[in-house]
């Protein structure tokens, strides 16, 4: 919980009360590798903060085939933000590739820090900000840089993730193949 704290102290200003106040609603679970965090179909009504570990988020195409959006590292919300906001069901797993230590924000937590906590609307706007500018910041990349581009920038996003994930998903997450990661890494080590 004290991770929670601190990353909620840097982003507004909360008292020690309103900290533990919200933290009380708040339940730790840790997730075994591979485990399911929150699957398709289901209304989202939690975000999880990642405290230790690594969570992906995968959308299922018409054929079955997985594709990588986002990785979750440590001091990360994660959710399908737009379902939980909109309660519908969610289009998106996600899945532990690590043991994943997280809290989970209930829907009744998070509601009642926008109505309790003197800036708990400030938190949620700032959140939903980072989350529009990462998920911006995504669709510029995948449409605007080289395969080779956003494999060099990966890392300022995810630090230390070619060390933490297969590199299949990887891949996935840069909308290539496999082999053309191979070709990538290959080529980055040749300078």
């Known amino acids: 919980m004290e991770a929670l704290q601190y990353a909620i102290a840097q982003m507004i200003h909360a008292s020690p009360g309103e900290l533990a106040d919200f933290t009380r609603q708040t339940i730790k679970r840790t997730f075994k590798r591979l485990d399911t965090v929150s699957r398709v179909d289901t209304v989202p009504n939690e975000i999880f903060f990642v405290v230790k570990g690594v969570i992906r988020v995968i959308v299922t195409d018409r054929e079955g085939v997985d594709h990588t959006i986002h990785f979750a590292l440590e ?76 494999y060099d920038t990966i890392t300022d996003v995810f630090p230390n993730i070619h060390n933490r994930v297969p590199q299949h998903m990887i891949a996935s997450y840069l909308g290539i193949t496999p082999v053309h990661l191979s070709r990538l890494k290959k080529v980055g080590v040749e300078r």
Do not use: H
């Not at 069901?89 to 997280?102: I, K, N, V």
């Not at 924000?105 to 998070?110: H, Q």
């Not at 609307?121 to 995948?142: C, P, S, T």
């Open 75 to 150: 001091n990360q919300f994660i959710a399908d933000y737009s379902c939980f906001l909109t309660q519908q069901p969610s289009m998106y797993t996600l899945q532990a590739l690590e043991e994943t230590e997280t809290v989970v924000l209930p829907r009744s937590a998070v509601e009642w820090g926008y109505q309790n906590m003197q800036e708990g609307q400030k938190l949620g706007r700032l959140i939903a900000e980072f989350y529009f500018m990462y998920q911006d910041n995504r669709i510029k990349n995948l449409y605007a840089r080289t395969p080779k581009e956003r």
